[in-house]
C-alpha cells in the first residue's frame, strides 16, 4: 500500500469534516467576542452556548458545569491544583494511580513541593486498579482521588463506578482524567459519581487546543486563570469560538455514531491483536483483553528496541507509537508498563497502535506484514535474540 496508514489516534485525530465545516464561519464571518454587548458578538455567544449544551448531555451534565480550556493537560492541571487550594484546610493528602498521563502525574509533583502528601495506588498485570489498596490508602485528611478513565497507552478502562462509589461514600472529591475515553464510550457523570472530568477536542476528530473541565454543582473550585470574567468567572481569556465550535460538532457526531464506530473499531482491534498474536512470536498484548478502549492495541516484542521499530514503520508510511519513552529522549521506558510489571528490556520493546472507525482491514494485514517483517529484521540483528535461540532453538 503506497499511501499512509494512521494507527496513532490515541495521540491525536484529523479533524472531521463535520467540525471543519462548523468551524469556518466563526473565523472570518463571526469573529465577535463572546463578551461584547452587540450583534456580532451575541452570534458568537450563542455559539459557544450551544456547543456547551452539546457536551452537557453527552455527560447528563448541567450546561453550568461545563467549562472550556485550552485542553486536557489544562483541565487536569486546572482540577487538581484548584481544588488543592481550596480544600487545603480540610487536608492536604491526594490519591491518584501510577499510570496516570503525566499532565496528572507532574502536577501532582508540584503540589507535593507545595506541601501536599500524595499517594500513588498500584494497579494488577493488566493495568488496572486495585481497588483494595486504595481504599487502604483513604486518610482523614484525603481530599481527592484522580484516576483517569482508561489508560492512554494500553487502553485499559478503570472502575471508574466503584471509585467513584468509594470517594462518594468517604466524602472526597473524584476527578478522573477521561481524554482517552470521552467520545469513545459513554459517560454518565450522575451515574458514577464523578466530581471533575476532564476532556480534550483532538481526541475526538475535533481541532486542537480546546478541552472542557466538568465541575459538579457545588464543587468548591478557584480559578487556574485570572483576569477576566469568561467561563461564569472561572477560567479568564477570550472564549476560543472557534475551537469550541469545532469540539461541539466534533461531541455531536461522536456521540451520535459512538455505537456504530466502536463496534467497527473493537472488530479491527481484535482482528489486529489474532494476527500479531499468531504470526509474531515472543509477543505480549499489553492491557486488559475485555476492558479496553475500542481502538487500542499495545504489545511487547522481546529482543527489539521500540524506537527502532518505529523509524523503520514510518519509513514504510505508517504512523505509530511506542510504549517507550525513548523517543521523547528519554532512556527510561514507560512509566505504564513499568507499572503492570513488564522488565525494562521488554518494556523497551513495545509498539502502540490506536485505531479509527476509518481504517480497513487492508490496511490492518499491511500493518502486521510490516511489523512482522520488521521483528524479524531487528531481531536477526540482535546478540540477546541470537543468545537465546542458541540456548532453546528458534521461536
Not at 92 to 103: D, G, N, P, Y
Not at 225 to 254: C, D, W, Y
Not at 304 to 321: Q, T, W, Y
Not at 375 to 385: C, F, H, I, T
Request: proline share 3%.
Amino acid at each position: 500500500m503506497d499511501q499512509m496508514i494512521y494507527l496513532d489516534n490515541a495521540a491525536t485525530t484529523k479533524c472531521a469534516p463535520e467540525a471543519v465545516k462548523a468551524m469556518m464561519p466563526y473565523f472570518s464571518e463571526y469573529y465577535g467576542n463572546p463578551s461584547s454587548i452587540y450583534g456580532l458578538g451575541a452570534e458568537s455567544k450563542k455559539a459557544v452556548s450551544g456547543a456547551r449544551k452539546i457536551i452537557a448531555e453527552s455527560l447528563h451534565a448541567d450546561q453550568t458545569e461545563i467549562y472550556f480550556t485550552a485542553g486536557g493537560s489544562e483541565s487536569d492541571n486546572w482540577a487538581l491544583i484548584a481544588a488543592a487550594e481550596a480544600y487545603g484546610e480540610k487536608g492536604k493528602h491526594i490519591i491518584t494511580s501510577r499510570i496516570e498521563h503525566h499532565a496528572v502525574l507532574h502536577t501532582c509533583e508540584y503540589l507535593q513541593k507545595r506541601g501536599f502528601r500524595v499517594t500513588y495506588v498500584g494497579v494488577d498485570e493488566n493495568g488496572i486498579l486495585k481497588l483494595d489498596e486504595l481504599e487502604k490508602a483513604i486518610r482523614p485528611d484525603t481530599i481527592l482521588i484522580s484516576v483517569m478513565y482508561a489508560n492512554n497507552e494500553i487502553g485499559t478502562i478503570q472502575p471508574i463506578a466503584q471509585i467513584g462509589e468509594l470517594a462518594k461514600k468517604h466524602g472526597i472529591l473524584f476527578h478522573t482524567d477521561a481524554v482517552q475515553a470521552y467520545g469513545h464510550v459513554p459517560i454518565d457523570v450522575e451515574e458514577l459519581h464523578i466530581d471533575m472530568l476532564s476532556a480534550s477536542g483532538h481526541k475526538i476528530y475535533g481541532p486542537k487546543g480546546i478541552g472542557f473541565l466538568y465541575i459538579r454543582k457545588g464543587v468548591k473550585i478557584r480559578s487556574l486563570l485570572h483576569g477576566g470574567a469568561q467561563e461564569r468567572r472561572r477560567r479568564a481569556g477570550t472564549e476560543n469560538v472557534p475551537g469550541i465550535v469545532g469540539f461541539g460538532a466534533a461531541v455531536q457526531e461522536a456521540f451520535a455514531n459512538m455505537e456504530e464506530r466502536g463496534e467497527k473499531e473493537k472488530q479491527l482491534r481484535d482482528y489486529l491483536i489474532s494476527e500479531i498474536e499468531t504470526q509474531i512470536p515472543h509477543c505480549r498484548l499489553n492491557g486488559d483483553r475485555k476492558r479496553r478502549l475500542p481502538g487500542s492495541v499495545n504489545f511487547s516484542f522481546r529482543f527489539i528496541e521500540g524506537e527502532s521499530l518505529l523509524i523503520m514503520l514510518d519509513m514504510k508510511k505508517i504512523c505509530a507509537s511506542s510504549g517507550s519513552a525513548c523517543t521523547s529522549g528519554s532512556l527510561d521506558p514507560s512509566h505504564v508498563l513499568l507499572a503492570i510489571g513488564l522488565p525494562h528490556e521488554i518494556a523497551h520493546g513495545s509498539l502502540r497502535l490506536t485505531l479509527s472507525y476509518e481504517n480497513t482491514k487492508e490496511e490492518i494485514d499491511c500493518v502486521v506484514e510490516a511489523v512482522k517483517e520488521i521483528v524479524e529484521k531487528l531481531r536477526n540483528m540482535s546478540p540477546l535474540y541470537e543468545d537465546y535461540v542458541k540456548k532453546n532453538g528458534k521461536e
